[in-house]
């Protein structure tokens, strides 16, 4: 009889530890299966083809009746008769309406896909989520520690609730004008400093992804959030595709962001104007939710578009079964940056974000190009693209270019090198370089004046217009952001210094920066408080 020896004990360690690890594999991928079967529909739009494949007759709004009848036919030669169809009206049955209906079906699988304990499809924009998410936030109280580079949507927002904030700034990239985010350092010594001057955050508002594609460290900031009793709202709004590719970074609703603002169209694939909004698995859900609730009813449409709430839907079922078209995107991209890279006129700009402390990772499906080396403006230059090329950025500074690739899209990235060194090399680059050489830099962003009134206060207070000299120690009724690198300067409430006024009206007199919100273009005048 044949003996074999009994294995060792690392043999039999490795030998358990490989069948652990194979059934881990398979259980793992069983329940990704599972997944993806449960996301292969698309519950609300499948209900909309059902209802188009009924033929109802509407006498009922919207006023085109769903078909190209009459003055609805130039509407439908522009669209097409089956976007009318679709076109419906809110309180539907299997659309909309009951327990369990498609709606509530679609909406309970973007939770699921984005990590969220539940989400609202949004069809007035991210800027809907903005207001819908202050309104809520002053449920648990006044005052707010915001990042300062905040979307005006969210600035309304804290008008309409009547919210005090305190702010935390984010870093700048002061060469190429570009707001980043903020570190958990920094947010902890914000929200210390609140409570210190007895107003303690009931609520932290900060921006992940940037509009540049640099990626805060959420993890931390929950952390610091919760551990100061506050609940931490994420705008997200640029980074919708997250958590859909091993390559990109996390959904923030699985990183402990108790609130996230996501627009969805802007990178995952929905049409223009639709978002959602999902609520976190932390410790503030349970007070939130009926907050969120009841302030989703005053910021939505009792008119909401079908059609935006499918694309939502059919977004969702594209990014969770599309790992690999999302793949192919970020291989594009970093053949595009790759191709800067090795061309002297050009550079990358998120090649140098290590060099701040509040950015942890970056998005691949946004290319911040460094255009410095040509001399050139970013504006004439993205201007010169579209005029010439047809090509169009996201958006410019005085030294870069924002490229922004959807998830699931793969554009020529050669053709769009190409445009870039016949537009740079071209004659009119030459007059451009010396415009924008004498033109020079903007000047440093200035502190903040003191918040004198609440900017509820400030902007409903009566009004007048000063000069600029005179409006200097008076407190402004309007936000003023100067652009690059697009900070808010002024809030409503807030007292107008000399140095803000200096660098407001520096920025206006560039042949690159403007005032949003300013009275006039060259920030002559400003609109204070009477009051104060």
């Not at 090795?342 to 255009?371: H, K, Q, Y």
Request: aromatic letters at 6%.
């Amino acid at each position: 009889m044949l003996h074999t020896a009994d294995p060792s004990p690392l043999t039999a360690l490795d030998t358990d530890t490989n069948v652990a690890d194979l059934t881990a594999d398979s259980s793992r991928a069983a329940e990704r299966q599972a997944v993806l079967r449960r996301h292969a529909v698309t519950p609300y739009a499948d209900a909309l083809d059902r209802y188009v494949a009924r033929g109802p007759m509407q006498l009922m709004v919207p006023g085109h009746g769903g078909n190209d009848h009459g003055l609805a036919s130039r509407l439908a030669d522009f669209l097409g008769e089956r976007t009318l169809q679709l076109d419906i009206p809110m309180l539907i049955d299997d659309v909309d309406l009951g327990a369990d209906s498609p709606l509530d079906q679609a909406l309970a699988l973007a939770a699921e896909a984005w990590g969220a304990r539940r989400t609202w499809f949004l069809t007035n924009g991210a800027s809907q989520a903005n207001r819908t998410a202050a309104l809520a936030a002053r449920g648990l109280g006044e005052h707010i520690v915001s990042q300062r580079s905040a979307h005006s949507s969210f600035s309304d927002g804290v008008l309409a609730a009547g919210l005090i904030p305190s702010f935390v700034f984010p870093t700048v990239d002061n060469v190429h004008g570009m707001s980043h985010g903020v570190s958990p350092a920094a947010l902890d010594a914000a929200l210390t400093a609140a409570e210190r001057e007895g107003r303690p955050a009931s609520a932290v508002y900060i921006i992940s992804p940037s509009y540049f594609g640099s990626v805060a460290d959420v993890r931390g900031l929950s952390e610091v959030a919760h551990a100061h009793g506050a609940p931490l709202i994420v705008d997200g709004a640029w980074g919708p595709h997250f958590g859909f590719h091993p390559e990109l970074p996390e959904s923030p609703a699985r990183l402990g962001a108790d609130l996230v603002v996501s627009s969805t169209h802007k990178l995952a694939g929905s049409l223009t104007q639709s978002a959602m909004l999902h609520l976190g698995h932390g410790p503030f859900a349970d007070r939130l939710e009926p907050l969120i609730e009841r302030a989703f009813t005053m910021t939505a449409s009792t008119s909401t578009s079908a059609i935006l709430r499918a694309s939502l839907d059919i977004a969702r079922h594209s990014l969770m079964t599309g790992e690999a078209e999302i793949g192919r995107s970020i291989t594009g991209a970093r053949r595009f940056r790759q191709m800067l890279r090795d061309d002297p006129r050009f550079g990358v700009v998120s090649d140098g974000f290590d060099s701040f402390e509040d950015i942890v990772d970056t998005d691949l499906l946004r290319v911040p190009i460094d255009i410095s080396a040509t001399g050139v403006s970013g504006h004439w230059l993205r201007q010169r693209l579209i005029d010439v090329d047809g090509i169009h950025f996201e958006m410019a500074t005085a030294t870069s270019l924002v490229a922004v690739i959807g998830a699931g899209k793969t554009p020529d990235c050669e053709l769009v090198h190409r445009a870039l060194i016949a537009a740079v090399d071209s004659e009119a680059a030459g007059v451009e370089r010396e415009a924008h050489a004498a033109a020079g830099s903007f000047p440093a962003l200035p502190a903040p004046g003191a918040l004198r009134m609440t900017p509820r206060d400030g902007f409903f207070s009566q009004t007048e217009l000063v000069s600029a000299a005179d409006a200097v120690g008076r407190v402004s009724a309007d936000t003023l952001a100067a652009y690059p690198p697009g900070i808010p300067n002024l809030i409503p409430g807030e007292e107008i210094t000399a140095e803000t006024v200096a660098f407001l009206q520096a920025v206006a007199a560039s042949p690159t920066g403007y005032v949003r919100g300013a009275v006039d273009p060259a920030v002559a005048s400003f609109r204070v408080t009477r009051s104060a």
